[in-house]
């Protein structure tokens, strides 16, 4: 599986933006497809997963209620709605595809598949 992240910028503190990962090869309906972060020094960490078969979502407490994951089946493609940004979310953003089992499901270890990363940018 080859995962294109599209979609980072810079905005102001309130803006928002919507990130893209495409992705090619096959995707089985077990998979669940997760956005990770990552600031200099620091670990890559959980932001968001949707499972491919039936949609659901998790969440990490920091961006409940501000992001919004969700997936295109015909275009293979799942989104990242950030609204509400904030300094802190500022960070490179990851797209991960795999099949972890539930307690792993926010670990970057339990994903064999990545795209490369798209810089998100918020100013004060």
């Known amino acids: 599986v080859q995962l294109q992240a599209s979609g980072g910028g810079s905005v102001q503190t309130g803006g928002s933006l919507r990130l893209s990962c495409a992705a090619s090869?096959?995707?089985?309906?077990?998979?669940?497809m997760t956005w990770f972060r990552q600031t200099p020094g620091k670990e890559r960490e959980f932001v968001a997963a949707?499972?491919?078969?039936?949609?659901?979502?998790s969440y990490a407490d920091s961006v409940k209620g501000r992001f919004t994951i969700s997936k295109d089946n015909a275009k293979i493609t799942v989104y990242l709605r950030m609204i509400n940004l904030k300094p802190e979310d500022t960070a490179d953003y990851y797209c991960?595809?795999?099949?972890?089992?539930?307690?792993?499901?926010?670990?970057?270890?339990?994903?064999?598949?990545w795209g490369q990363g798209t810089l998100v940018t918020v100013s004060s």
């Open positions: 090869g096959p995707i089985y309906s077990y998979y669940i």
């Open positions: 949707i499972r491919w078969s039936g949609g659901t979502t």
């Open positions: 991960a595809v795999g099949r972890p089992i539930s307690t792993m499901m926010r670990m970057p270890s339990a994903y064999p598949f």
